[in-house]
């Protein structure tokens, strides 16, 4: 009792989210266009619907075909009556894709906005969907297959961190895969570019399940936290819920609801690995869930880790 006496000093509330039927009086306007298809190269109209692969927050993401090439693409329309908050995480993301490449982060060929105020992006279709769908169809992943998945998700994560972006969502349903097994970091609607050095990452955005101990409960470090680190925590989670078969924080089948997350989180114990794991594999996950996020490694320090030097030799 009196542990919890002494919790209940912390400020661990979320903040009241945005009333979504304030739209603004003007509608929000998009970032200038520099890309090739956004010139003319291409157009709407030369894009053909397949199937819908995805949908909510306002928008649906489909399957479509260049009419002259044959090319597939993936093609994320938001409607431009949604959410105010919504929209501004499009536009954030939209920022972020225009001057990001990488093979190791999801290429934008073009942005279109239609008359309706629609916004479309272009992107690059990965045709075996995401890691969440891959973990719910397949089944787990061995540790050579998640030494390969986590190679390229730390050389996403290094470049990204190189040109001071910060993902803030990682997990498995965020990381997009093609038929030969790459693995693209996607989804930016909740990432931060840090402008300046003294920026501030403090706000609560992202999935709370993948959230790191620091931005569940800032105050108990110093009411800020380093979201490149918090990153490396969200990804060795995904690591071991790709190993285990659900998140790892809590028992199989459990449904988590925000208090329990922050008390699995914040104040529970590190996840235990099954046996038979190896010992690089282990002490990999270790170097990611660190409770002190001063301790993770880097996205770079990880890069050398012998367990994926180890499975890129084999």
Known sequence: MAVV???????????????????????????????PF??????????????????????????????????????????GDCDPTVRRQVLREMEILRFTDSPFV???????QKPSGDIAILMEYMDAGTLKTLLETKGTFSEV???G??????????????????????????????????????DFGVSKIMRRMLDSCNSYVGTCAYMSPERFDPDSHGS?????????????????????GHFPLLPAGQKPDWATLMCAICFGEEPAL?????????????????????????AAQLLSHPFICKQSVI
């Open 5 to 35: 006496r002494d919790r209940r000093q912390l400020n661990l509330r979320l903040p009241l989210p945005e009333i979504s039927e304030r739209r603004p009086r003007f509608p929000l306007p998009l970032p200038p266009t520099n890309l």
């Open 38 to 79: 956004s010139s003319g190269a291409t157009t709407a109209a030369d894009l053909e619907k397949i199937e819908v692969i995805g949908h909510g927050n306002g928008g649906t993401v489909y399957k479509v075909q260049h009419k002259r090439t044959a090319a597939n693409y993936a093609l994320k329309v938001v409607h």
């Open 106 to 112: 999801v290429q934008c060929h073009g942005i279109f």
């Open 145 to 147: 297959d998640l030494a």
């Open 149 to 186: 998945v986590a190679g390229q998700v730390l050389n996403g994560l290094s470049y990204l961190h190189s040109h001071k972006i910060i993902h803030r969502d990682i997990k498995p349903a965020n990381l997009l895969v093609n038929g030969n097994m790459e693995v693209k970091i996607a």
């Open 224 to 244: 800020n936290y380093d979201g490149y680190s918090g990153d490396i925590w969200s990804l060795g989670l995904t690591l071991l819920e790709l190993y285990v």
């Open 274 to 298: 099954p046996e038979g794991v190896s010992e690089e594999f282990r002490n990999f996950i270790e170097c990611c869930l660190q409770k002190d996020s001063t301790k993770r490694w880097t």
